[in-house]
């Protein structure tokens, strides 16, 4: 009998271990960008928060996203190899919903870490809007902004690709 409690206590303390790791990205304590070099000791760090933010909706979790932003904007906007440009053509699509702008920009760092140096900037772009779509879509209880749905109904008719193809400049 005794076993059976020994796995039992073993199954409840990993299941709720999971569920606190699961809770909440954790921004590495005392990061530092201080060269060049040291942009690539938190590249899996930058994955692991864009991972955890497409999992949370638009004002949740708001002092973890925040602090996980910060790190994000500090990383791109010194990181010599993941070239983020902003496009106000795009930018703008996002202007009635500016909460999701860091769910773009998070998606097109993932995708450029994922690909190597220099990934093409619309391949870039359009990861970042299917990570803004994938959260719009699966938090419909979100505010209801039109050119969301005009983005949503472009990458359901196969036409998200070329929309970002005619805004790139």
């Given at each position: 009998m005794r076993p059976l409690r020994i796995a039992f206590a073993t199954l409840v303390l990993s299941s709720f271990a999971l569920g606190a790791s699961a809770q909440g990205f954790r921004v590495p304590e005392h990061y530092s960008f201080d060269s060049k070099e040291s942009y690539h000791?938190?590249?899996?760090d930058i994955v692991k928060f864009v991972n955890w933010l497409e999992k949370v909706a638009p004002g949740d979790e708001e002092g973890n996203v925040k602090k996980g932003s910060r790190f994000?904007?500090?990383w791109l906007s010194g990181c010599n190899y993941v070239h983020f440009k902003q496009n106000v053509r795009i930018d703008n699509f996002l202007g009635d919903s500016p909460e999701y702008r860091i769910y773009?920009?998070?998606?097109w760092a993932r995708y450029a870490?994922?690909?190597g140096e220099n990934p093409d900037r619309v391949n870039c772009a359009f990861?970042?809007?299917k990570t803004v779509l994938k959260v719009y879509k699966e938090n419909r209880t979100t505010k209801k902004d039109p050119n969301l749905d005009e983005l949503v109904k472009a990458d359901e008719q196969g036409r998200l690709k070329k929309w970002i193809e005619e805004r790139m400049d």
């Open positions: 000791k938190y590249d899996r994000l904007l500090e773009y920009m998070g998606g870490l994922k690909n990861a970042g809007l």
